[in-house]
């Protein structure tokens, strides 16, 4: 049975595979520096954020970019507001830490950086002058970490926010093609991000590419910092131009008009729905709201070990009630024959 | 009147500033390497900890000692287990990951580490291996920020803890002579101290000297780095016999056999003991357990608004019934007088 | 024409490619741990190296192995020797410092580290003690920046040098293919550098490899520090198994029992002498000794320019009588009809 | 005799004690933050300097200030040009780099940063971008290592080469009395400096002093920086109001309206020249030029060592001649009875 366990288990969607084979040939300048392909899915991916004044980078993986993006945005006193369950606070070994800069996490439980909690951190941390770390931007994902997807309103009221007490916005995008493309987007779109976010980045790695992300910025610090930083830190690739032909395979239309990076998406989410809408009436209890291409189910914990052993879904944490958090991930690969394959086993628990 | 902000408004105790004119016209080497008063200093606290083979080196002030005990305790990926109001956590500008550490909190609320939150912090930390921080040293203040005093058993249980999981400890004794004098150390003494912490911090600044802490260090890797980070980080002061001279005076005994360092403590403490039991006779709420030099009261704002006004107390934050959390500090410089004059002002109100 | 500007302008090498394709919808898990690809290439580089006991790990860059490895292998107040043009000190942006760690550069100007001015760098880092920063590694490269190959003797002789003080040996090997298959070896091979470097590493992005390069750590501390910094700074790749798939394709002997790893390099190796007779034949002035796939050149102005034009050829720097030092790069790409079609350039000039 | 070791051998000068002693008792708030006396040592040296614009901010130590305010000056991937024997590159134990920025040292060997050794670094260090670190100020330190003292002319030049290059100016003044009351000024004034330097300090700890660094700033960035950083770094005082109460009693003036910070330092110069021209006439031979109150000689090791034993004066470094560069280093506190102990000494060898 295909693994459930997540987005980044095979290797890359067809067509960006085709355009690594069909371009291996050529002889390109480095760095991401004028060649070819990452000039033409700078302009790509600036025609798709509806801006021609941002600057694109490019970055091979989640915690690299993160780690500069948060880095070249605070200064060496500032601080970052985010969720407690937020990447960079807990799944990245320190990362930003290690940069010298502080993670300011609050006390939302549910994915969402909310109104109410940021308030609460940066009048703490702002209390006592110089004697605390000072909170400089917020950092919110899309999708969160529990599969949640910002709504328009919802990201317009903590955007408002921050811009009321001059705070940065950077948006960690490792799954935004899940979460643009889902219903839950509500009217948020790419060029509304890319209208108010300070950077933020569309992931690659989990959405058909071998690896990388897009970074956009708006903001000119970052922008005058991010070639530095990303060189600085050791995630400025040499051939870069492999950066600019996956995402020019992604960001090129496609004969109806419509960009792959969205297609795959929409698979991942569509047999992610399907998933849960099976499971949830043969009588397992969906978790929380996840309308992207990560589906959380309480299960007991022999059903979880039953799942983690055929579909490689990956238990998360012990609720309080005994029940183990187990979560399922639908990617561009996934099909409906493996969704089918996973809901007949699931009937015969 | 005196004010009762903190215990370092003022200068020097009167020993520690005879010291200072005395030794003054002396020609000395520097940066607390070889000059007599450091040595002796070194001697002196050495046989007050009861153990020959610790090393002493000297820090100016407590954030200084932090990093540079924090940093060099831990590896550059590693974190450090505290309460989430610890001095390293909250009021030090991000003083530790600035030298590229992460800090863990738990959700202690009373100033104590407890195992419980420390076991919770620790297997959430290694669950994933090397994806997430890794903790090696939980960080205690004694007495703690909301001045607790560390009983000799509550400190076995969570340096028998510490060390079943291979945890370093690390003790913040920014007010460690107010913690060991209070009767709530019930048998917590230096010796026990120097026993089973890795290292910690004797506080001069806040017990009578101009500046300066006596670092106690039995972990053999920060007994080597101590040196060069104190001077990495600019905390290694050019006439260090300063430090030296300081320390002398406070761990000399005196006539009667006792160290002015104790004394002094014991005069802080027993004033501000005095001036609770006198506010709370007068009917006023005190806040929490206090068992040092420092008092926390839970005022009306009106009454903290005009305690401030008056005895320079500090406000610390609002309570959840809107009451204000207000602090008075004795030192060794604080009189009977001195007390009974806030007295004499409280009943006034 | 072919451009000679680098060994990282194409994609990556047939078998390479074949590889990744051939493997490409396998499911794996992520992050180097524990996929078969790594696993397998883990294997046989360490057969290759003649050890069992080391650990190998896998990084994207040069960058950013150097910087983890450089930050694991020293303390924080630690310093690491090598040459002005190591490419630490001068092409990484300042990577090391920004790990908080000193790069400690000597005066040698042909690229090789000697024990003359290593001897010296060590005196006078070690003659105030804590007021310096103090060696404990020394990084050498291997082709060095000017193309130069270390023999057998000249290398153990640093290493003899660097044992004596109690330092560790780091050799970055972005192109220790193209070194180790040089007659200018003169006997060091695999096994020699496994057995006697604390850690080195085996460049793929410039043999071949779209990306990667495979860390051999023998010193234990690393060992324990690698993969949690390898994830902290960034350079953890999701879909790690691409790192292990193209060296398994690498090091996966071939029929006739030699390892396409060296065949590319030799490859590489082949084309630029070749390259070099036949421009010195011309009358063309050769610079240095640079037996490997990088040849130095000193031309006038105008002559260089047209190379550049001409080959992509890079300009290094103007030469105290004017001429400017011209590099040309062979790679696994390079054909001799490639450099048949240079050398008629050439004689057109 | 008295040792001749260096200029913070003894305590503090009579005034600066005097100030500390009859404050003492007084209750101030902390961190140099608005107690009477860091305001008022602030007004008088904003005087001094004849700028009401400035920020005046307080240090402990010359590495304190140097590394805050390198730290405060540039952005994480950037770097600062100095001569290879600047105390921030070889005195400080890496301490810039632990920080995370770069020291890019020149070839000048006279302790004077060069305009044509500057312009190479600048021109070596931005020819790839961002490959390398990025120079974006200069240090420079008055006096210099060796003693050297900018004169007006010298300075301005190199001022004129920083703006030009869009490069920030700090000048390391922990000797600056020394310098600015040395006749090798030639011109160069309080108020010359600081209508120039973005940011210098005034030191004290070498001039009378405990301890402490007045730090003016013009620098927008720095000014908002420093606050903030000083805490980050360890480096701020909680009894802050030592530091203004020794400024103030430095820079209040005298009965003659000269400031007793000049006049120490006249002190301290004028006996070193005295020791100099006393021991050039005894036939011992001078080593460079040094106006200031640290005077160099070129000594036989026997005759070196002879004056080590007795006056305390330091070796530096072997000459390649075998002789020993040998260092007097005079003090507010050097009397002439003490230089003609010393000559008397010097005769008799």
């Given at each position: 049975?295909?693994?459930f366990?997540n987005?980044?288990?095979?290797g890359?969607?067809?067509?960006v595979?085709?355009?690594?084979?069909?371009?291996n040939?050529?002889?390109?300048?480095?760095?991401?520096?004028?060649d070819?392909?990452?000039e033409r899915?700078?302009?790509?991916?600036?025609a798709?954020?509806g801006?021609?004044?941002?600057?694109v980078e490019?970055?091979?993986?989640?915690?690299?970019?993160?780690?500069?993006?948060v880095?070249?945005l605070?200064r060496?006193?500032?601080?970052?507001?985010?969720?407690?369950?937020a990447?960079?606070n807990?799944?990245?070994?320190?990362?930003?830490?290690?940069t010298?800069?502080?993670?300011?996490p609050?006390?939302?439980?549910d994915g969402?950086?909310?109104?109410?909690?940021?308030?609460r951190v940066?009048?703490?941390?702002?209390?006592?002058?110089r004697h605390?770390?000072?909170?400089?931007?917020?950092?919110?994902?899309?999708?969160?970490e529990?599969?949640?997807?910002?709504s328009l309103?919802?990201?317009?009221?903590i955007c408002?926010w921050?811009?009321?007490?001059?705070?940065?916005v950077?948006?960690?995008?490792?799954?935004?093609?899940?979460a643009?493309?889902?219903?839950a987007?509500?009217g948020?779109t790419?060029?509304?991000?890319a209208a108010?976010?300070?950077?933020?980045?569309?992931g690659?790695?989990?959405?058909g590419?071998?690896?990388?992300?897009?970074?956009?910025?708006?903001?000119?610090?970052?922008?005058?910092?991010?070639?530095y930083?990303?060189k600085?830190?050791?995630g400025?690739?040499?051939?870069?131009r492999?950066?600019g032909?996956?995402?020019?395979?992604?960001?090129?239309p496609d004969?109806?008009g419509?960009?792959?990076y969205?297609k795959?998406?929409?698979n991942a989410?569509?047999?992610?729905?399907r998933?849960?809408?099976?499971?949830?009436?043969?009588?397992?209890?969906?978790?929380g709201?996840?309308?992207?291409?990560?589906?959380?189910?309480?299960f007991?914990?022999e059903?979880?070990?039953?799942?983690?052993e055929a579909?490689g879904?990956?238990v998360f944490?012990e609720l309080?009630?005994?029940?183990?958090?187990?979560?399922?991930?639908?990617s561009?690969?996934?099909?409906?024959?493996?969704?089918?394959?996973?809901v007949?086993f699931?009937?015969s628990?």
């Amino acid at each position: 049975m295909r693994m459930f366990r997540n987005d980044y288990s095979e290797g890359a969607a067809p067509q960006v595979l085709a355009a690594l084979v069909a371009t291996n040939d050529e002889q390109c300048v480095g760095y991401t520096e004028g060649d070819p392909h990452c000039e033409r899915a700078r302009e790509l991916i600036r025609a798709a954020c509806g801006r021609e004044d941002v600057a694109v980078e490019f970055a091979i993986g989640g915690t690299s970019t993160n780690l500069v993006c948060v880095n070249g945005l605070l200064r060496d006193w500032e601080g970052v507001i985010c969720t407690p369950d937020a990447h960079i606070n807990v799944h990245e070994t320190g990362a930003v830490a290690a940069t010298g800069r502080s993670v300011l996490p609050t006390r939302d439980e549910d994915g969402f950086l909310s109104v109410a909690e940021a308030e609460r951190v940066w009048r703490f941390q702002t209390g006592t002058g110089r004697h605390m770390t000072r909170p400089a931007m917020i950092y919110i994902s899309n999708t969160t970490e529990l599969g949640g997807v910002w709504s328009l309103s919802r990201f317009d009221a903590i955007c408002d926010w921050a811009a009321s007490h001059g705070l940065k916005v950077f948006v960690d995008g490792a799954r935004m093609a899940s979460a643009l493309t889902s219903p839950a987007a509500e009217g948020l779109t790419l060029e509304h991000l890319a209208a108010r976010a300070d950077a933020f980045y569309l992931g690659g790695t989990k959405n058909g590419m071998l690896f990388g992300e897009a970074v956009v910025i708006s903001d000119p610090g970052l922008r005058d910092a991010f070639p530095y930083l990303i060189k600085e830190r050791g995630g400025l690739m040499a051939k870069g131009r492999l950066l600019g032909v996956q995402f020019e395979a992604l960001f090129t239309p496609d004969a109806d008009g419509d960009l792959p990076y969205w297609k795959l998406a929409r698979n991942a989410n569509e047999r992610a729905f399907r998933l849960r809408d099976e499971l949830v009436s043969l009588g397992f209890e969906a978790y929380g709201e996840a309308p992207s291409n990560q589906q959380f189910f309480a299960f007991e914990p022999e059903v979880a070990q039953r799942f983690a052993e055929a579909a490689g879904c990956e238990v998360f944490q012990e609720l309080p009630d005994g029940r183990l958090l187990t979560r399922f991930v639908c990617s561009w690969a996934t099909t409906n024959d493996d969704v089918s394959e996973l809901v007949a086993f699931a009937r015969s628990l």
